[in-house]
């Protein structure tokens, strides 16, 4: 039985662990160098430093999933630095370019954990040099070992708004502002359902206090106003506080960021159904509890199949290919599938309240000014979209996202709207006077990422 | 409930929407029922090439009379839909591919169509940035390229606003005629009845033909389009090549936009993708063209649903079968220029019972598949 496994970060490695127990040598694909993930992505060769350091609490999950990782290689079909740019599901077959070379791969089973990415909420100046996503400024920190500045702000919201400025500031940056758009009290509304989280929410507690402690400027409840900048980058960010009252902090780099959203393209051209989860406010590809989709062959886990965090993307992995191993004919000890799929339930539980403690807001992206670059891919402003979804519009008025893509170029640029979708939508549906859902969800392409023209064959 | 109207037209692509538009300005009570939204198939999702060089001669006074509506389209559609007259320039790869250019120069005579070859001498001279394999080509200079996500929908709007009723998501699965009425009945239960029916449905025209006794050997065209990020703007004609295996353009803002070969298709669904190999392939194909197009990434790739016929035509007149009926499906991968005339040509032969514009080539009984 062919087996392809897509991702090698914490859901991927559980996934082939089991695989691989089972006696299957699957085909690995990751677009790193060296696996892990965005959350336990490993620093290049010479700048390795201590698990500890770069993990901070997580370095016995991060260290565990690398031993497993590296311990697997040589059983499996390991194919690192490999880009997977397009699935056939009625061929059963993924493309792949690796370096420079396209291969084509089959499989009669595969399991997707593509990972996830920052959910983006354009403001004035979100464009400039230094600023990047939370993520994006957490990954330099722990693959390169350096910073997005030297004096940041952080500003959104989410458990990763406050992980990574605690993290920046015990690497030795000065973090100017910690500027959380949601509201305190809305955290405390959801405080007894974190509960549940033991560890993780204790976890969340302790950054948030050792902030405070060390007397770094945080706010909550904040609508952002700018990021400003000179020829330069970023010169300071300003924010309005839940009062109402102007403020602004003098920084050179900020990280911006409002939770997660599943990187599920790959899932969408596998032609797997998608549906709108309220709680995470993000569209998810359909699964049952145990990975499964409607597609044959086709199996999701981790973030990619809805945001549920590292930890959970360890145990769905798991998950995912006892499945799989399951619908192959092959004995699973059933105990070991109901412990797994308890936990996963608890999860989802805490889960929950996170999103109800740092809920995706709306009315932010809504009210993006008609001025602001909304699509950063194709030059697109916010009001731009609204222009496309009046009346008057010479085209009619765009009706859904896919429409809205098709007249105004919107989410059609190098990301296919993987930065810009989220907020698009909101936009459109608030010009539209509808909710978000019925503007619908835009719709992937191949490739996933994208792919560079080969030079000519012939020589001149 | 039934609703009646003069005229009745399935299928809302850039022909469809042109001919509500100019059967509402005449005065007319028409309907257009698209099944999806109007232009989701071929009008919307092609080259964009509006191009009358090496068009199979039949079509010349067709495309003829598309240019000239397509250089008033902003007072037409209230958009020129991003038409830009770039040259349409066809390349030749070896000699034989060149013994082609030549001959296509007195069809262009004949034809009116400005020409002219750009041989061996000049031809690297004058487009720098050919590749070696490049040894002629033919540059046709009042042809060019457009945004084919706007036409049919700009077309639609105008179409509504000189008192057309366009109705998306209205999928017809029901065909009758009473002798003198068309009766058509869509999924949602709604019934439209007219004494004439303009059949414009793509590929999907063939069912429709079959409904009324005339079907016709029509197969899904799926384009393999493909776009690369924006790279600095150097190739203004359009490009093509004789045998069409792969064609490019490059607008303003810096995009590369490439096709050649065929995606895949499940039409009753509608479904539509392009194919990995032949996107590989494209990429191949082109970069001989343009060299300088080598390490542009490609963002994007999409195909859609179009009709081929055996010989690579359309049809397009009257039904042979039904009175009042009248057919225009069928492009086979080059109806998008066309479109706009197709509209003013069905109106015509719907109000005047005839049209200046030879239209016998594309006669529906030509493949001789007619019931008796």
């Known amino acids: 039985m062919k087996v392809a496994v897509v991702g090698a970060g914490p859901a991927g490695v559980r996934a082939v662990e089991r695989l691989v127990a089972a006696g299957l040598s699957p085909v690995w694909i990751d677009e790193a160098p060296d696996g892990g993930g965005r959350i336990y992505q490993r620093p290049p060769v010479g700048l390795a430093r201590d698990a500890r350091t770069l993990y901070g609490f997580e370095a016995k999950r991060a260290t565990s999933v690398h031993d497993t990782l590296d311990a697997l290689k040589p059983k499996v079909d390991w194919r690192p630095e490999t880009l997977v740019w397009h699935i056939r599901p009625e061929a059963r077959t993924l493309n792949t370019l690796s370096r420079g070379r396209q291969a084509e791969v089959a499989y009669d089973a595969a399991i997707l954990c593509t990972g996830a990415m920052d959910r983006v909420i354009p403001v004035p100046g979100w464009t400039r040099p230094g600023v990047t996503t939370l993520g994006a400024a957490q990954i330099a920190l722990k693959t390169q070992g350096c910073g997005i500045g030297r004096r940041v702000a952080f500003l959104g919201t989410g458990p990763l708004l406050w992980l990574v400025a605690y993290q920046y500031a015990k690497a030795g940056a000065e973090v100017v502002a910690v500027l959380d758009t949601t509201s305190f009290a809305t955290k405390m509304r959801a405080a007894p359902g974190l509960m549940l989280g ?164 709306a009315h932010l992206a809504r009210g993006i000014a008609d001025d602001t670059l909304l699509c950063r891919c194709e030059g697109l402003r916010a009001g731009e979209l609204r222009a496309a979804a009046r009346a008057e519009a010479a085209t009619g008025p765009a009706t859904e996202v896919n429409r809205a893509k098709s007249f105004t170029r919107v989410g059609m640029g190098r990301c296919q709207g993987r930065v810009c979708g989220a907020a698009a939508a909101e936009v459109l549906a608030a010009e539209l006077g509808c909710d978000v859902v019925a503007t619908g969800r835009l719709r992937g392409q191949p490739p996933v990422k994208p792919i560079p023209i080969p030079a000519p064959v012939s020589a001149p | 409930m039934t609703t009646d109207c003069d005229v009745l037209i399935q299928g809302g692509g850039g022909a469809g929407c042109s001919a509500a538009l100019h059967l509402a300005q005449r005065g007319v009570r028409v309907i257009l029922l698209e099944r999806g939204l109007v232009g989701s198939q071929a009008s919307g999702v092609n080259y964009g090439g509006v191009r009358q060089q090496g068009r199979n001669p039949a079509e010349l006074p067709i495309a003829k009379r598309s240019r000239e509506l397509w250089g008033r389209l902003k007072d037409i559609a209230g958009t020129d839909a991003e038409f830009t007259v770039t040259g349409h320039l066809k390349l030749a790869r070896n000699d034989e591919e060149e013994a082609d250019l030549v001959a296509y120069l007195d069809v262009a005579k004949q034809y009116e169509l400005p020409l002219r070859l750009v041989g061996r001498n000049s031809i690297h001279q004058e487009y720098p940035w050919l590749g070696p394999k490049v040894v002629a080509g033919s540059f046709a200079p009042e042809d060019g390229a457009a945004n084919p996500r706007l036409l049919s929908p700009a077309l639609a709007n105008a179409a509504r606003a000189a008192g057309a009723d366009i109705r998306e998501h209205a999928e017809v699965v029901a065909h009758a005629h009473d002798g003198t009425r068309f009766h058509l009945r869509t999924t949602k239960g709604e019934e439209f009845t007219a004494p004439v029916l303009l059949n414009m449905a793509g590929f999907w025209g063939g069912k429709v033909a079959e409904a009324f006794g005339e079907p016709v050997p029509i197969e899904p065209l799926n384009p393999n389009m493909l776009v690369t990020e924006p790279i600095r703007y150097f190739i203004e004609p359009n490009l093509g090549v004789v045998g069409g295996n792969v064609y490019l353009r490059q607008i303003p803002r810096g995009n590369v936009i490439l096709g050649g070969g065929h995606g895949e298709s499940d039409p009753s669904v509608p479904w539509s993708r392009p194919m990995p190999d032949v996107s590989v392939r494209a990429m191949e194909l082109a970069v001989e063209l343009v060299p300088a197009i080598a390490g542009a990434q490609v963002i994007r790739s999409w195909s859609g649903i179009d009709g081929r016929m055996p010989d690579r035509i359309p049809v397009i007149g009257p039904s042979r079968t039904t009175p009042g009926l009248f057919h225009a499906f069928g492009f086979s991968g080059h109806g998008f220029q066309l479109g706009p005339a197709i509209g003013a040509i069905m109106t015509e032969l719907v109000l005047d019972g005839r049209t200046d514009i030879p239209l016998e080539a594309f006669r529906i009984d030509r493949f001789g598949t007619t019931a008796a």
């Open chain 1, 198 to 361: 033991g560890m993780t929410f204790a976890k969340g507690l302790y950054y948030t206090a050792w902030l405070r402690r060390r007397g770094i400027r945080i706010a909550e409840g904040v609508t952002p106003i700018a990021i400003d900048g000179d020829d330069n980058g970023v010169t300071a960010i300003a924010w309005r506080d839940a009062a109402g009252r102007e403020h602004r902090a003098e920084c050179d780099a900020a990280g911006i960021g409002w939770g997660l959203k599943p990187e599920a393209q790959l899932a969408d051209l596998a032609r797997v159904p998608f549906r709108h989860d309220p709680v995470q406010a993000n569209w998810v590809p359909v699964r049952d509890g145990a990975g499964r989709t409607p597609v044959a062959g086709i199996y999701l886990a981790g973030d990619g199949a809805g945001i549920g965090g590292a930890e959970v993307a360890e145990i769905a992995g798991a998950r995912a290919a006892l499945a799989l191993l399951a619908d192959a004919g092959h004995r699973i000890d059933p105990i070991e599938t109901v412990t797994l799929d308890g936990r996963l339930a608890m999860q989802a539980r805490f889960r929950a309240a996170l999103e109800r403690a740092f809920p995706f807001p």
